[in-house]
């Protein structure tokens, strides 16, 4: 008998400024198995938050950083960075300033 795959429950954490475009919600529980699903996820429940991560190519946007737990998903496998069951998604807007 061959087991269902199932989705791994992954937390999402949404920095202050994005958080108007997620209902307030700081973190977020979604099932996921990569990144690109995260996102896919995200387009699904919170589309608006989603356009603000993803440009209209569905890349993300040149001032936001993912993070899989403490690494940086484009020193993982970009998009298709596998996430295992409490896996936390960063989410971070770049700052810059002088």
Known sequence: MLA???AST?????PTPLRKYSAGASEL?????????VLA???????ALQRNI???T???????NLFVNTNHMRDCNGLDTSLQ?????TI???????
């Open 4 to 6: 269902a795959t199932t």
């Open 58 to 64: 569905g890349a993300v946007r040149r001032h936001i």
């Open 41 to 47: 996820e995200l387009e699904q429940r919170y589309p």
């Open 54 to 56: 993803c440009d209209e």
């Open 29 to 37: 529980m979604l099932p996921a198995t990569n990144v690109r699903k």
């Open 85 to 89: 069951p409490g896996d936390v998604v």
């Open 10 to 14: 992954i937390k999402v954490s949404i």
């Open 92 to 98: 971070m807007t770049a700052v810059s300033g002088g």
